[in-house]
């Protein structure tokens, strides 16, 4: 299969879950090489500020963004957003209460235009303005990560996913709206670039890169990935230490198709 674009998911794969992190040199020279190949567009739950420092060090200067978990689409040459769907204000005064109640700090991702985008230990009478996502920091248990989800999931506009990167018995919660995934945000990926879902590879580490990799014909998990992604993945590639998406680049697209 000759492939068409490279969708790639940051944290825990192009980058260790680390915000300071900046991708290896090798892979800002095979992202390079694979540019003049394929479509490559970052797929995060980052916001647009704090992922410029990676495309800058990727080189990637225009192309399409997927921000926000798919809550945000955006032309990286206009900066122009090209799709937003931001949490219901309703909604979001609900959730607020909720984890204030349990006693669960969070942050919410409001202006998109500026670095100072967070704030934490909401309420809902805090002053909203337009909630992207929010999310918990990586301290839960399991068990407590597991209620929340099920509380969450109980809002029919909401999608929701645990995170787990760092800590291996401590989990955190991501949510946004429920047409706000990173399969949202890949569905506008292949209509501006008039592609078809076998065209593309997707490559992710987390439990919200399962939209993303179940958009993608060729579903790749990194080494570090959650099992549970790696249970569904065609490829299973070498962890993001490893630089895995160097591997996959030269494996399905640089290499010749026989």
Do not use: W
């Not at 309703?90 to 607020?96: G, L, N, Q, T, W």
């Not at 919200?208 to 790749?220: E, I, R, T």
């Amino acid at each position: 299969m000759k492939y068409k674009a490279l969708f790639l998911d940051c944290d825990g794969t192009l980058i260790p879950y680390d915000y300071a992190a900046l991708p290896s040199d090798a892979l800002a020279r095979a992202i390079k090489k694979a540019e003049e190949k394929v479509a490559v567009c970052i797929v995060t739950g980052r916001a647009y500020p704090f992922t410029k420092p990676i495309l800058e060090k990727l080189g990637l200067h225009s192309g399409i963004l997927v921000a926000n978990n798919g809550a945000e689409v955006i032309d990286l040459k206009t900066g122009g957003t090209l799709y937003e769907k931001p949490i219901e204000e309703k909604d979001f005064r609900v959730i607020a209460d909720y984890l204030n109640k349990e006693n669960i700090s969070f942050y919410a991702k409001q202006d998109q235009k500026d670095l100072s985008y967070q704030e934490k230990h909401f309420s809902s009478s805090s002053g909203i303005k337009k909630v992207f996502m929010g999310f918990t920091e990586e301290i839960l248990s399991l068990e407590k990560a597991e209620n929340i989800l099920k509380f969450l999931s109980s809002l029919p506009t909401i999608n929701a996913h645990k995170t787990h990167h760092a800590d291996p018995d401590k989990y955190g919660i991501i949510f946004s709206h429920a047409q706000a995934t990173k399969m949202h945000g890949v569905s506008i990926l292949l209509k501006e670039l008039n592609l078809k879902k076998e065209e593309v590879i997707g490559v992710g580490d987390s439990y919200n890169d399962f939209p993303l990799l179940m958009a993608s014909g060729l579903k790749v998990a990194m080494g570090n990935a959650v099992e549970e992604l790696k249970e569904i993945a065609d490829y299973i590639a070498p962890s993001v230490t490893e630089d895995g998406v160097v591997d996959v680049i030269e494996k399905f697209i640089l290499t010749p198709t026989p």
